[in-house]
Structures are given as C-alpha cells and as structure tokens.
C-alpha cells in the first residue's frame, strides 16, 4: 500500500503542467513591493530582488533592502517549486516558492520552523 501511495504521489508530481517561465516582474499582494524575479546559479535555481517600494512602504525603515535580495538562489525541488532562504526585510526564513498559475507565485517563509506567514504574488505588467 504505502508503495503505491508513494507512486501515486511521483506520478502526480510529474503530472503538474509546465508553466511559463517564472522570471520577470511581480508584485506581492499589499501592492507596496516589487521584484526582479530570476533564474539563477545553475539557471535552475531561483532569485528575486526588490525593486520597488511605494504605497507607504517606501519609507526609511523599508528603503535600505532595495536592491536586495528577497528569494536567494532557491534550489528547484519539484515542478514550478523552489526551496531555499528568504530575506524578508532584515530576517531571514526557510522558504518555499511555488508558482500556482501563469501569473501567481506563493510565498511561505518560516523562522525557526514556527511562525511561518504565506504571501502572494502576482505577475505585474507596466
């Protein structure tokens, strides 16, 4: 039993759709950031870097993680999912990226395995 679950659970992983490629840029869901999304390293890993700040997080204690890296070099563990360091303004979290639709990234990042906090974010268009 256990051995067709676990088969079950391959085939359904191998099963995901190929999405568009995840680079470009995003926008988290408050509408006050946005990121340079990548790939990176070995161009299977995954790195974002802020690259805007408005809506009233452009402000003194936010602006020095401009340019800085958010997503940093996550390594891909499935189909459209990477795992790997989140920088989320001055703290660092184990983190989870997983790209749900063409236009849809989620984010989970978790310090110290227990207080974790899930964003989105969406492909943004000039």
């Known amino acids: 039993m256990r051995k067709t ?3 079950l659970g391959t085939l359904a992983m191998l099963a995901q ?18 990121y340079s999304v990548e790939l990176c390293g070995d ?3 995954l790195c974002g870097t802020l690259i805007w700040l408005g ?8 602006l020095p993680y401009l340019n800085t890296l958010l997503i940093d070099h996550a390594q891909q563990t499935a189909p459209n999912q990477w ?3 989140l920088n989320i303004y001055g ?6 990226i997983t790209q749900v639709g063409e236009d849809q990234i989620t984010l989970q990042g ?14 943004y268009g000039d």
């Open 83 to 85: 795992k790997g360091d």
């Open 5 to 7: 679950v676990l088969a």
């Open 55 to 62: 809506n009233g997080a452009d402000n003194a204690e936010n």
């Open 43 to 45: 161009g299977t890993q």
């Open 91 to 96: 703290q660092r979290a184990s983190g989870t």
């Open 17 to 34: 759709p190929a999405l568009a490629s995840p680079e470009g840029t995003w926008e988290i869901e408050m509408r006050d950031s946005r």
């Open 110 to 123: 978790c310090v110290a395995y227990i207080i974790c906090k899930t964003y989105q974010m969406y492909r």
